[in-house]
């Protein structure tokens, strides 16, 4: 029943993937964060296509803005955007592991440094850094926390997953069958669920990015006003929408609760989930 179950699994992964791949391309959203999605649908299969008609598509010419303002799809779009990077760099970690017979909590470390690595230094602070500060190196340095404190729930929902799935799924530590696939995508689907909540924490106080609306600039000119996008949307293809994000961000008001009680609440979060990772039973 199980090989039934990954074979539909495959077929409307790959189904939801291509329709992404092929629609988003008239969805007026930056490049990385089309990107983001494609990857995402790759990933989850049908749940990243149905996440992206329903958070991203334009529902009518014109509406981008005013239809991606809304919290929880400026959430979406930052927990997309933070699985889509990292998850790169997890399943790199998790296909070396493999095959250098890296096993338990060394795995999982593996799997964690070369994600928050792939995320942080490439998807949010190069693809990114005109909105984050300019320079790469100050998009770095703004980009951090959010990045860490986004990569540690993230895997709180992924390594207990994939650490019980492997008990019950036959050969899903080798890479070379599909069987490996398809827990990846459960644990990154459910490391997606269980970094929401630190997603929209991070959007609503300024500190990460969501969904965003990049149009050609004769385009932009006549698309309405909300105040929701503020910071949110770059109506040109570069500058002074994204440079005004980035300053948005500095100027916003103290985090409340504070980003040092948040981090402690994420590195709880991180050692729970290793810990029920490593437990007799799930592994």
């Known amino acids: 029943m199980l090989d039934g179950v990954m074979l539909l699994w495959f077929l409307l992964a790959a189904v939801s993937l291509l329709f992404v791949a092929v629609d988003i391309r008239n969805t007026p959203e930056s490049p990385v964060m089309k990107w983001g999605f494609v990857l995402l649908t790759a990933y989850t299969g049908v749940v990243g296509a149905f996440l992206y008609v329903l958070g991203c598509r334009e529902p009518l010419p014109g509406m981008h803005e005013r239809y991606t303002a809304a919290q929880w799809r400026q959430t979406l779009g930052s927990t997309m ?39 942080w230094t490439i998807f949010q602070a190069l693809f990114m850094r005109d909105m984050a500060g300019g320079t790469y190196l100050r998009a770095l340095t703004s980009t951090f926390m959010s990045e860490l404190l986004s990569m540690n729930l993230l895997m709180a929902g992924m390594m207990p997953t994939m650490m019980i799935l492997r008990r019950h ?40 990015h969501g969904m965003m609306t990049v149009r050609p600039a004769t385009a932009g000119a006549g698309a309405p006003e909300h105040p929701a996008e503020a910071g949110m949307s ?34 709880l979060a991180l050692a729970a989930g290793l810990a029920i990772a490593l437990l007799p039973w799930a592994r």
């Open 81 to 119: 955007h933070c699985v889509a990077g990292d998850g790169v760099g997890i399943l790199a970690g998790a296909v070396l592991s493999s095959v250098l017979g890296i096993t338990g909590i060394a795995e999982m470390v593996l799997e964690y440094v070369l994600g928050f690595a792939f995320g």
């Open 169 to 208: 799924v036959e050969a899903a530590d080798n890479p070379m069958t599909p069987n490996f696939w398809f827990v990846m995508s459960m644990a990154l689907l459910v490391g997606f669920i269980i970094a929401y909540p630190m997603n929209w924490w991070l959007v609503a106080n300024h500190l990460k």
């Open 234 to 267: 770059g109506m040109a293809p570069a500058g002074p929408s994204m440079s005004h994000m980035s300053m948005a961000m500095e100027a916003a008001h103290a985090p409340r609760p504070p980003i040092a009680v948040m981090a402690l609440l994420s590195f």
